[in-house]
C-alpha cells in the first residue's frame, strides 16, 4: 500500500511540476521570440519499478524539461529596429553575464546610438557592439546595416551544432553551456527588417494539456483519499475487535 501511495505522491508532484510549465508557457504566449517548455515524463512502467525497488522517487524528479526550438510566424511590425532571423540562428548580445544568445529582435537604440534589447544587452556585431546615428537604417538579408550607402554593420548570427544542450537563463535569453557555435555564413539563415518572431507556444495545445494535467491531479488525489478512508476503516475495526 505505501508503494502506491508512493506512486501518486510522485504523480502529483509530477503533475504540479507540468502545470507550472504550462503556466509558463501560456504566460509567454504573445512574448515575441519565446520557445516553449515541453515537460516528459517518467513512463508508468518505470515508476512501478523503482515502487517495487522501493527506491520511487518523490520530488519530482521523474519530469524532465526541455526547450522546443521550432520557429514562430514572423509578425509584421513595420519597425525598422525589429528583426527576425529566417532560420535556425540566434542574435549575439553583450550582457553583464557575458555573451549570450537570443530570438527575441526587438531592438531600439540607446543613448550612445547602439543597437540595444529592451533590457539594454548590446547586439553584436562581426567587429563588437553596432552602433549607428540614425533610427531608419537598412538591413539586408544577409544583416548587413545600412546608413544610406555607408556600411555600419554586420550582424553576427550565431548558429549551434546541439541546441539542446543551451542554458536557458530567462527573459528569452541563452547561454551556449557546452554547445559549440559558428558564425553562419552559408546564405540559409537570414535577417527580415521590420518583423517579430512570434511565440512558438500554441494556447489551444496548451489549454488542452493544463485540462488533462488537472484530470490527472484530481485522479491521484481521488486515489490517496480512497487509501485513507481504508486506513481509517482499518483502525476502526481493529478497535472494535
Not at 531608419?136 to 544583416?143: A, F, K, S, T, V
Amino acid at each position: 500500500m505505501s508503494n502506491a501511495i508512493a506512486i501518486m505522491e510522485a504523480s502529483m508532484i509530477s503533475g504540479m511540476n507540468i502545470l507550472d510549465i504550462i503556466s509558463h508557457n501560456l504566460a509567454n504566449a504573445d512574448t515575441a521570440g519565446y520557445k516553449r517548455e515541453i515537460s516528459v515524463t517518467q513512463p508508468f512502467s518505470t515508476v512501478l519499478l523503482e515502487a517495487n525497488n522501493k527506491s520511487i522517487a518523490n520530488n519530482g524528479e521523474n519530469t524532465t524539461t526541455y526547450t522546443d526550438f521550432s520557429l514562430g510566424i514572423p509578425r509584421h511590425t513595420g519597425n525598422p529596429l525589429d528583426l527576425t532571423i529566417e532560420g535556425d540562428g540566434f542574435f549575439t548580445l553583450e550582457s553583464p553575464q557575458g555573451t549570450v544568445y537570443t530570438r527575441q529582435g526587438s531592438f531600439s537604440l540607446d543613448a550612445s546610438g547602439h543597437i540595444v534589447t529592451t533590457a539594454g544587452y548590446k547586439l553584436i556585431g562581426e567587429t563588437g557592439p553596432i552602433r549607428l546615428t540614425s533610427e531608419q537604417p537598412r538591413i539586408d538579408n544577409e544583416g548587413m546595416i545600412w546608413q544610406g550607402e555607408e556600411l555600419a554593420g554586420h550582424i553576427k548570427i550565431a548558429e549551434f551544432t546541439n541546441t539542446a544542450s543551451l542554458q536557458k537563463i530567462g527573459s528569452g535569453l541563452f547561454g551556449a553551456g557546452s554547445s559549440s557555435s559558428q558564425l553562419v555564413s552559408n546564405g540559409k539563415t537570414g535577417v527580415r527588417q521590420g518583423f517579430l518572431e512570434t511565440s512558438n507556444v500554441n494556447g489551444m495545445h496548451e489549454m488542452v494539456h493544463l485540462i488533462s494535467t488537472m484530470r490527472q491531479l484530481e485522479g491521484s488525489q481521488k486515489v490517496i483519499q480512497g487509501y485513507n478512508d481504508m486506513l481509517d476503516l482499518a483502525i476502526e475495526t481493529i478497535a472494535d475487535i
